[in-house]
Structures are given as structure tokens and as C-alpha cells.
T-cell receptor, first 113, second 114 residues
Framework: GNSVTQMEGPVTLSEEAFLTINCTYT??????LFWYVQYPGEGLQLLLK?????DKGSNKGFEATYRKETTSFHLEKGSVQVSDSAVYFC????????????FGTGTSLTVIP | DAGVTQSPTHLIKTRGQHVTLRCSPI?????VSWYQQVLGQGPQFIFQ???????GRGNFPDRFSARQFPNYSSELNVNALLLGDSALYLC?????????????FGPGTRLTVL
């Protein structure tokens, strides 16, 4: 089946610290992988995506590389800001399932000044 | 262009009642999906519609139903509400059914069942 496993939170970092949020997946076929961010009281916003192995998605200083050999899509940022405080969701969309998304449980990030 | 819109923003119902949630996709998008997000969890897939036809259904009881209209907007209906139906209901739209297509989410409808 298709599933996503995310690093447990919550994560608390000081401003300018390095961020890694781990994400691994199980999927039939070759999925597309996504990171979404959710700010308090809001819906999900796409942060970045990668649609094939070795692709690197990047946006707003965040990066994630699609690693087929380790079935991983870890999210990284070199220097976090207070405004990055949010919940981050890893998700996949597998072939032959239409456009259905499978989400991880989310990782809450708090960045303190 | 406007993003995905959902109404209402918040809703309070009592057990046993019925609720209808509405969603308008991004202009030009023909696919609408519905997700349930319980507090502290990731979104769970409920339904997907494309060109007014149901294309996918998650593991939810028959109390949940949905439809898509000719203008591609969609409604999610939940009958005989239970306390456990309290959640944020998210609508997402995409241009097609390809697995590489991004889903764009609305702000959600917060349903509270008392």
C-alpha cells in the first residue's frame, strides 16, 4: 500500500539553526512527493515537490531530494526564521490512484528568537 | 486568480444532524478532492471527483457523500453526524488526475459536532 512516515514532533529550534524533518514513504510504483506547510488556522500550502528520483524540490530556502534507494524525501533548511513556525506535512501521490494524496501525520516546528 | 474557496468557515452542529460543505476550485481545474483533518493528524482522503464523476473514495462510511456540479464546484454531505466527525474539512483542486499534479488546498471548514 501507500503510506508516509514523518519524524515525530514537536521540533523547537533557535533562529538561524539548521532544520531537518525526516520523511520516508512506501508506495506502489514511482510516486510524486510533496511537502506542504500549514500555518495556524489555515489550509495547506504547497512548499515544494519532486516527481522523479534524484529530483530536488526547492522553495523559500527549503529543499528536499527524492531518494528512491532510501525511499526518503527529507526536508531541510539552512537557517530557519521565526516566520517558519508552522506544521509541515510530507505527502505522496502514487500512479494509478488518480490524484489521491497520502499524508504523514505532520511535524510541528517552533522557531524561537 | 482566486484560489480554492470553501464555505462556511466554521460550523457547529449537534449529533444526528446533517451538514453540507461547499467548495469552488481554482478556475480551469476539473478535479476536486475532499480530505478530513482531525486535530493533530494529517489529512485523510475522503473523495475525489473529476468531470462530475467520482474517481476515488477513501475509507469513510456511507454517511459521507459528495457530488460535483457542471461548473466543477463540489459539495460534501455528511448525514447522522457523530462526535468523531468533528474536524477540519479540506477541499483541494487540481487540473487533472495525474500523480504529478499538485493539489491546491482551500482554507477548510471547521466542523464541530456537539
Amino acid at each position: 500500500g501507500n503510506s508516509v512516515t514523518q519524524m515525530e514532533g514537536p521540533v523547537t529550534l533557535s533562529e538561524e539553526a539548521f532544520l531537518t524533518i525526516n520523511c520516508t514513504y512506501t508506495a506502489t510504483g514511482y510516486p510524486s512527493l510533496f511537502w506542504y506547510v500549514q500555518y495556524p488556522g489555515e489550509g495547506l500550502q504547497l512548499l515544494l515537490k519532486a516527481t522523479k528520483a534524484d529530483d530536488k524540490g526547492s522553495n523559500k530556502g527549503f529543499e528536499a531530494t527524492y531518494r528512491k534507494e532510501t525511499t526518503s524525501f527529507h526536508l531541510e533548511k539552512g537557517s530557519v526564521q521565526v516566520s517558519d513556525s508552522a506544521v509541515y506535512f510530507c505527502a505522496l501521490s502514487a500512479p494509478n490512484t488518480g490524484n489521491q494524496f497520502y499524508f504523514g501525520t505532520g511535524t510541528s516546528l517552533t522557531v524561537i528568537p | 486568480d482566486a484560489g480554492v474557496t470553501q464555505s462556511p468557515t466554521h460550523l457547529i452542529k449537534t449529533r444526528g444532524q446533517h451538514v453540507t460543505l461547499r467548495c469552488s476550485p481554482i478556475s480551469g481545474h476539473k478535479s476536486v478532492s475532499w480530505y478530513q483533518q482531525v486535530l493533530g493528524q494529517g489529512p485523510q482522503f475522503i473523495f475525489q471527483y473529476y468531470e462530475k464523476e467520482e474517481r476515488g473514495r477513501g475509507n469513510f462510511p456511507d454517511r459521507f457523500s459528495a457530488r460535483q456540479f457542471p461548473n466543477y464546484s463540489s459539495e460534501l454531505n455528511v448525514n447522522a453526524l457523530l462526535l468523531g466527525d468533528s474536524a477540519l474539512y479540506l477541499c483541494a483542486s487540481s487540473s487533472s488526475l495525474g500523480s504529478t499534479d499538485t493539489q491546491y488546498f482551500g482554507p477548510g471548514t471547521r466542523l464541530t459536532v456537539l
